[in-house]
């Protein structure tokens, strides 16, 4: 039973935010495809496997950020109790844990057509050389936005078979939609971070964060409204796409620089952020 347990803290299964964040760009990319090809089944089938997906690369990836991080998150309030940094999960079964995630994410990936198979495969750099950003960059956060969001293109891709621009107006808005909610998140970090010489776009804008996530949030919706003038006609505009662009002002409004559990919970709001912009898209059709 600890075994079970260590494990599903380790992949962060307890705390499904992480999937779901994962998870929704995929949907959205679906229903966008869904405009050109209104296969029910294919969609429905398609939508199963791409949750799979994201629970078991999401798991693979926080694992391999606690190997990347343990030695610093023993030094973090927040972290030094995870397994790995905690000593209750040894390296060796790790690895072999991500191995055997990657594997079934593997059979996975090989259900859909060549081009989204190639693309897939060409993201797993992506996805593990991300721990070591926050290292190198104050724009970790950027490059988790390129990273989480991948799954637009692949689900667009599993069923059209080929890249239009509509797919990469998309994954431009959400990767400035990651960048404002892992700003967001990052604030509970900011006095560990700073000490232990973690970098993040936290760090870089602390003076001025709402500004700076206000900006990344009017970027993303500034993209999305272009997206729906451009594909659906102004006419189509949904309430449902409104209220996903209310939603993101309301989280500028709820966090605060220095009450770390209202950070949390405006984090946790695009959970529902992800879901009203999944049935804007998917309401047009």
């Not at 391999?64 to 790995?84: S, Y």
Request: net charge positive; hydrophobic share 55%.
């Amino acid at each position: 039973m600890n075994r079970i347990n260590n494990f599903i803290e380790l992949t962060r299964l307890n705390k499904p935010i992480g999937f779901m964040l994962l998870f929704w760009p995929c949907l959205w990319g679906l229903a966008l495809a869904f405009n050109q090809n209104s296969n029910v089944n294919l969609f429905t089938n398609y939508a199963i496997l791409f949750l799979l997906g994201s629970i078991l690369m999401r798991s693979a990836g926080c694992i391999f950020n606690d190997i990347v991080d343990k030695n610093f998150d023993k030094k973090v309030n927040r972290t030094k109790n995870r397994p790995i940094a905690a000593g209750r999960i040894s390296l060796f079964a790790a690895y072999l844990y991500i191995i055997v995630l990657c594997l079934i994410a593997l059979i996975i990936l090989i259900q859909f057509n060549p081009l989204t198979v190639f693309l897939g495969l060409a993201s797993i750099p992506l996805a593990f050389s991300y721990p070591f950003m926050k290292r190198l960059t104050y724009w970790p956060q950027f490059f988790l936005g390129i990273t989480f969001n991948w799954g637009i293109i692949l689900a667009w891709t599993s069923i059209i078979g080929e890249i239009f621009l509509e797919p990469i107006l998309l994954y431009i808005s959400a990767i400035f939609w990651t960048l404002g909610y892992d700003t967001i998140y990052g604030i509970q970090d900011i006095v560990d971070d700073e000490i232990i010489g973690i970098k993040s776009t936290s760090i870089k804008f602390k003076k001025n964060i709402k500004l700076f996530v206000s900006f990344c949030y009017f970027l993303s919706s500034f993209l999305i409204i272009c997206l729906f003038h451009n594909e659906f006609g102004l006419n189509n505009f949904t309430l449902l796409v409104i209220i996903f662009i209310l939603s993101l002002m309301y989280q500028i409004i709820k966090f605060k620089k220095n009450n770390p559990r209202k950070c949390l919970q405006a984090f946790k709001f695009n959970n529902f952020s992800g879901f009203l912009l999944f049935l804007g898209i998917f309401s047009i059709n």
